[in-house]
């Protein structure tokens, strides 16, 4: 079967879903799918409709028309992670369990927060402070440990990368890497750092003025002249083509690059095959905390 082809075992369909606010369409004719345990990348510029997408997903907004079929617990970690700042952490992620059903200790179990420890051990240390009290990085796992306290198959995660540091990032990567990995659970990740998203992902949709403009597998779409030059171009950290800067002489040299441009440059990924796109994650962590080393 075609990849971009719907199935009736795929966890998400959505067909020529066209979502409006008011007389102003946010998408239109937008269909995708995701497979069980796949992980499935939407990326595109701020106002492309992505968390419009996102948000029609997990019900939040209703369509104008098309359909959205979701045939598995679904989850968001939502943009902002719009923690319970005043809660522990360990509140917080037990709030991610309130709508599962159970009495005695049925319940308790599933307000049991050690698994999401074990999968997130960097919120051992810190699961008694106030979440409002964490760094960006630390408030970003609260919010997937949260979602991932109602079990879901489906986890849907609204700009991973949102203000957060380059190394930060590659951590939480590594950690999303590993819960598809071990517990199968399928990723739909939304970003605008196209990079991360086609490094972490088998299979990407680009999403442009709210239509999709793209698809297929993500070392196709990294490969295509179009989307590097519109997507992963010199403000992600390529480098320009010949003659489109010429350095001054207070710009670093090729054997001086800058600290924080080197940690970002090496979040790139290498194209290939979809099966190198997902191999490439390992490498990835690594080259970013080297690079982090080298910045200090």
């Known amino acids: 079967m075609n990849p971009s082809q719907p199935s009736r075992s795929d966890v998400v369909e959505v067909r020529d879903l066209v979502v409006r606010y008011g007389a102003a369409t946010a998408l239109d004719s937008v269909s995708l799918r995701v497979a069980p345990g796949e992980m499935v990348a939407l990326v595109g510029p701020n106002g492309a409709g992505k968390s419009t997408l996102v948000n029609t997903l997990t019900g939040i907004l209703t369509p104008a028309f098309g359909s959205v079929e979701v045939r598995a617990r679904i989850a968001q970690v939502p943009e902002g992670r719009q923690m319970f700042g005043d809660l522990t952490v360990d509140d917080n992620l037990r709030l991610g369990a309130w709508q599962l059903r159970g009495r005695g200790q049925s319940r308790r179990k599933q ?46 995660i609204d700009e991973l990368s949102l203000g957060l540091a380059p190394l930060v990032v590659a951590d939480l990567a590594e950690h999303l890497a590993e819960l598809n990995r071990e517990q199968g659970t399928a990723v739909v990740l939304i970003e605008q750092n196209a990079r991360l998203a086609l490094d972490l992902c088998s299979r990407a949709y680009v999403l442009e003025a709210g239509r999709i403009a793209a698809e297929g597998d993500s070392a196709d779409l990294a490969a295509s002249p179009d989307i590097a030059r519109a997507y992963l171009g010199e403000a992600q950290g390529l ?40 191999g490439n994650q390992d490498t990835t962590v690594q080259a970013a905390r080297a690079a982090a080393r080298e910045a200090k």
């Open 111 to 156: 307000r049991d927060t050690s698994w999401v420890y074990e999968l997130l051990p960097d919120l051992v240390r810190v699961r008694d402070r106030k979440a409002g009290g964490l760094s960006g990085g630390q408030q970003q796992m609260v919010a997937v440990g949260r979602a991932l306290m109602s079990r879901p198959e489906v986890l849907v």
């Open 239 to 278: 480098p320009s083509p010949p003659g489109a800067h010429d350095p001054g002489p207070d710009d670093p040299g090729p054997d001086d690059p800058d600290p924080d441009d080197r940690a970002t440059a090496d979040l790139a990924p290498t194209v290939g095959t979809a099966e190198t796109a997902r």
